[in-house]
């Protein structure tokens, strides 16, 4: 199996506060989790890769300091939200790649996360 | 630059029947992936089907089955014997190095 947790489903915060949300590979270890923000009838973008034991890689655009990206080992990695505004409200996707596999291409999806900030 | 596209938005298929989605992309990669998702309305990610560039049949799993025409860089998915439980958005992904890169789905209803 290739499972991937991700928690908490839902948050609703206030705005000016920080949310951490985690991303777990429950079954395989993960050198490289990616993580994606789908706002409402759109596709997938990506916000950043996560690569164990180093720092993240932002795409063109997104502010690396309002989301901080830590992957501090191999079946773990957060997205912290800091100082969160309304406009940050949006689904947040991780993903994850096995480690050392012929499918290593193949990219595991946990089941999302729903910030909803005040 | 790698683009997909996805030029259908919407489709409609009633239950049993067959439909196919299109997906058609540039690269000038030449070792490269190619992807289905499923992301019904839970909105968790599920892959369908991949397919290796490198690989000339195409790849099927179970009522799934892929139209992949290098050439044309081209990736239908078609879905047979559709069942309700196949509702839902349907994204192309392709991927060379390590990123993906979305299509911008069709959301594929079906009709009792």
Same mark, same amino acid.
């Given at each position: 199996?290739?499972?991937?947790?991700?928690?908490?489903?839902?948050?609703? @915060?206030?705005?000016?506060?920080?949310?951490?949300?985690? @991303?777990?590979?429950?079954?395989?270890?993960?050198?490289?989790?990616?993580?994606?923000?789908?706002?409402?009838?759109?596709?997938?973008?990506?916000?950043?890769?996560?690569?164990?034991?180093? +720092?993240?890689? %932002?795409?063109?655009?997104?502010?690396?300091?309002?989301?901080?990206?830590?992957?501090?080992?191999?079946?773990?990695?957060?997205?912290?939200?800091?100082?969160?505004?309304?406009?940050?409200?949006?689904? %947040?996707? @991780?993903?994850?790649?096995?480690?050392?596999?012929?499918? +290593?291409?193949?990219? %595991?999806?946990?089941?999302?996360?729903?910030?909803?900030?005040? | 630059?790698?683009? =997909?596209?996805?030029?259908?938005?919407?489709? !409609?298929?009633?239950?049993?029947?067959? =439909?196919?989605?299109?997906?058609?992309?540039?690269?000038?990669?030449?070792?490269?992936? $190619?992807?289905?998702?499923?992301?019904?309305?839970?909105?968790?990610?599920?892959? =369908?089907?991949?397919?290796? *560039?490198?690989?000339?049949?195409? *790849?099927?799993?179970?009522?799934?089955? =892929?139209?992949?025409?290098? *050439?044309?860089?081209?990736?239908?998915?078609?879905? !047979?014997? !559709?069942?309700?439980?196949?509702?839902?958005?349907?994204?192309?992904?392709?991927?060379?190095?390590?990123?993906?890169?979305?299509?911008?789905?069709?959301?594929?209803?079906? $009709?009792?």
């Amino acid at each position: 199996g290739a499972v991937v947790s991700q928690h908490p489903s839902w948050v609703i @915060c206030k705005s000016g506060t920080s949310v951490k949300i985690e @991303c777990r590979s429950l079954d395989f270890q993960a050198t490289t989790m990616f993580w994606y923000r789908q706002f409402p009838k759109q596709s997938l973008m990506l916000m950043a890769t996560s690569n164990e034991g180093s +720092k993240a890689t %932002y795409e063109q655009g997104v502010e690396k300091d309002k989301f901080l990206i830590n992957h501090a080992s191999l079946t773990l990695s957060t997205l912290t939200v800091t100082s969160a505004h309304p406009e940050d409200s949006s689904f %947040y996707i @991780c993903s994850a790649r096995k480690t050392g596999t012929v499918a +290593k291409n193949i990219q %595991y999806f946990g089941a999302g996360t729903r910030l909803s900030v005040l | 630059a790698q683009t =997909v596209t996805q030029s259908q938005p919407e489709m !409609s298929v009633q239950e049993a029947e067959t =439909v196919t989605l299109s997906c058609t992309y540039d690269t000038s990669e030449s070792d490269y992936y $190619l992807f289905w998702y499923k992301q019904p309305p839970s909105r968790q990610m599920i892959l =369908v089907i991949r397919q290796e *560039a490198y690989k000339q049949q195409n *790849a099927t799993e179970n009522r799934f089955s =892929v139209n992949f025409q290098k *050439a044309a860089k081209s990736f239908s998915l078609k879905i !047979s014997d !559709s069942q309700l439980g196949d509702a839902a958005m349907y994204f192309c992904a392709y991927t060379g190095t390590y990123k993906y890169i979305f299509g911008t789905g069709t959301r594929l209803k079906v $009709l009792a």
